[in-house]
């Protein structure tokens, strides 16, 4: 006999998860620093760990096509992973989107800013970020990925 299911399925969360520039350069870049996998690795690291999760990943070298992605988002998005690269440290414009969002977002680099430059310090997207995960290489993708995808079950728990 067929069971009826009266309980809500639980949704599909939708990630994204956005690259600012010169990370299309992943692989050949710096390797010492950025390491030897290429963007597409680091892409299938994240829809791996994604369990089950829609992923939308994206790149660009151009701020605006970051705004208009991260606008996307706030609609469109469960939860937010983004490496900002460079335009960590310099794009008001990007932490005023950012700010536009009641997603969690978390901020996520391959290296350690902290440990690099006095430059990289300072991040304008931590002002707007859930959490920041940085260091590890191409495994802080996958650590964000998890963490996001935590914190949009919570959000979504509490609902
Ligand atoms: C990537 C970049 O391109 C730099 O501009 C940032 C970040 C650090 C990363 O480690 O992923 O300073």
Redesign the pocket.
């Given at each position: 006999m067929a069971r009826l299911f009266c309980e809500r399925m639980p949704e599909t969360l939708t990630l994204y998860i956005l690259n600012?520039?010169?990370?299309n350069l992943l692989g050949v870049r710096e390797p010492d620093?950025?390491g030897h996998e290429t963007l597409a690795d680091v892409q299938a690291m994240c829809e791996a760990a994604a369990d089950g999760a829609r992923v939308v990943f994206r790149q660009s070298n151009h701020e605006g096509q970051l705004v208009d992605w991260i606008q996307e988002a706030r609609t469109e998005a469960d939860a937010l992973v983004i490496?900002p690269?460079?335009?960590?440290?310099t794009s008001v414009a990007l932490l005023d989107t950012l700010k536009t969002l009641s997603i969690p977002v978390v901020e996520?680099?391959?290296?350690?800013?902290a440990a690099?430059e006095a430059f990289?310090h300072h991040s304008y997207v931590s002002l707007a970020a859930t959490g920041v995960i940085?260091?590890f290489g191409p495994r802080?993708y996958e650590l964000a990925v998890r963490a996001a995808l935590d914190l949009a079950r919570r959000a979504g728990a509490q609902d």
């Open positions: 600012g520039p010169n990370l620093i950025y490496n690269a460079a335009f960590t440290h996520c680099h391959l290296s350690n800013p690099r990289r940085a260091g802080s």
